[in-house]
């Protein structure tokens, strides 16, 4: 006896194992007029419609030819926050850029000021709204930095929050300790000493098993070159897997620098050098871009997506949801602008939201396979070209996490 068996799937997509690099990730199986059986949270049988139909089950979901993929990983959010930020619209509009807004005491500073005014319990309530929203846009795994404490006790709050959002455990959230995000107005000219503060907080983040990754803004302005070569060699020295934000607005080199360290990723890329590229390729750090932060800050320039695959390099896809640079819970938007704007084909953009974006933060989820834990989408739309095509909408049907329906679309919804 099953628990659920999903009939009728006009396709199902079966991302291999991960992470696919270059050419790789230009193979998506995907397999016509299937069945799924899913028994005690996890995939327990695959197989043809006709037999599926036939399966005894408690439930029976007729998927009515329509497409299933495996539940959508977002491998980079700026989950937990206090505000917002619309204020600084009008900044944008007149041309300020986002370093200067942050030089200004704006950006991610007004952001660090509102989140240390906001209590544990604030931030909980609304970083678990934010989480609800992401899983009814189909995403059952994602990643949350910290970041806009820039003191002890605030990041402290945040990363409790998202211990505490992963409990509960409708949605898996793997956590990122990203305490050089900015430099505080209370270290304003001290850099280096802010840096020292964050760095001695590892040891006991890593006692209390708060973050798995670390990561830092290396960016004009905020953190150079070698503090973050320093931070992510004292993150390895403690056992901390790293990420960094790297080359978004100018070309500082920090694409080779986390090819060079064995980073587990880098982020945002759009001014990475050709070398960078090029030692992405060779090696085995995980290109995660973030187009959506490009469209929202009104910059014309992507990130050289086809060059990083055509080279040979695994690229992954995030939303970068957080209340300054990107505003959007949509990953499937941020699907539709990785083929609009980058020219990712998609098949490369399924496997970059699946299995490149799990590997991204260190998972095995992001794929259908017998006796993996059942995380899956049943998606509103003929074929899986059609979610990249027909952007901005919300095409998820129902998302299943670990077998349990997390977001089933009411029509009222339909629009
Ligand atoms: O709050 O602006 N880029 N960090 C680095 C961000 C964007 C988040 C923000
Ligand atoms: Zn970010």
């Not at 949350?144 to 211990?163: F, H, P």
């Not at 304003?188 to 098993?209: R, V, W």
């Not at 880098?266 to 932060?293: M, N, W």
């Amino acid at each position: 006896m099953y628990d659920l068996v999903i009939t009728n799937i006009g396709q199902l997509l079966l991302p291999d194992q991960g992470p696919l690099k270059g050419g790789a990730m230009k193979q998506l199986a995907v397999e016509k007029q299937r069945a799924l059986g899913i028994k005690d949270g996890r995939f327990a049988w695959i197989g043809s419609h006709e037999e599926g139909a036939s399966l005894p089950a408690r439930e029976k979901v007729d998927a009515e030819g329509k497409v299933v993929s495996p539940g959508l990983v977002d491998p980079h959010t700026h989950l937990v926050f206090g505000g917002s930020r619309e204020g600084e619209m009008v900044l944008k509009q007149a041309g300020v850029p986002y370093l200067d807004i942050l030089k200004q005491g704006g950006g991610i500073l007004s952001t660090v000021k509102s989140t240390r005014e906001e209590t544990e319990a604030e931030l909980f309530d609304k970083a678990k709204k934010h989480v609800r929203q992401m899983a009814a846009h189909g995403v059952t795994t994602l990643e949350a930095k910290s970041g806009y404490g820039l003191d002890r006790e605030t990041e402290w709050k945040q990363l409790k929050v998202v211990k505490h959002l992963n409990e509960q455990g409708d949605i898996d959230i793997v956590s990122t300790f990203l305490g050089p995000h900015a430099i505080p107005l209370e270290y304003k000219g001290k850099s280096d000493a802010f840096l020292e503060e964050m760095i001695a907080m590892l040891p006991e983040i890593k006692k209390q098993n708060l973050a798995v990754f670390t990561d830092i803004f290396c960016e004009t302005g905020v953190f150079t070159i070698e503090q973050s070569k320093h931070f992510m060699e004292a993150s390895h020295q403690l056992g901390f897997q790293t990420k960094i934000h790297a080359d978004e607005i100018d070309s500082l080199g920090g694409t080779e620098l986390a090819a060079g360290l064995g980073a587990v990723s880098a982020d945002h890329l759009v001014a990475a050098s050709k070398q960078g590229i090029k030692q992405l390729a060779e090696g085995e750090t995980t290109a995660v871009l973030l187009p959506g932060t490009t469209f929202y800050l009104g910059k014309d320039t992507y990130a050289d997506a086809r060059s990083m695959i055509d080279q040979g390099a695994a690229v992954a896809l995030a939303t970068d949801f957080n209340p300054g640079s990107c505003v959007t819970h949509n990953l499937q938007m941020i699907m539709s602008l990785a083929a609009l704007k980058m020219k990712m084909t998609p098949e490369e953009i399924w496997n970059a939201v699946t299995v490149n974006a799990s590997h991204a933060i260190g998972q095995k989820a992001g794929r259908i396979v017998k006796g993996k834990p059942a995380d899956f989408v049943l998606w509103d739309v003929p074929n899986y070209q059609y979610i990249p095509y027909h952007y901005a909408a919300n095409h998820a049907k129902m998302v299943w996490k670990n077998g349990r329906k997390v977001y089933e679309r009411m029509d009222a919804d339909v629009f």
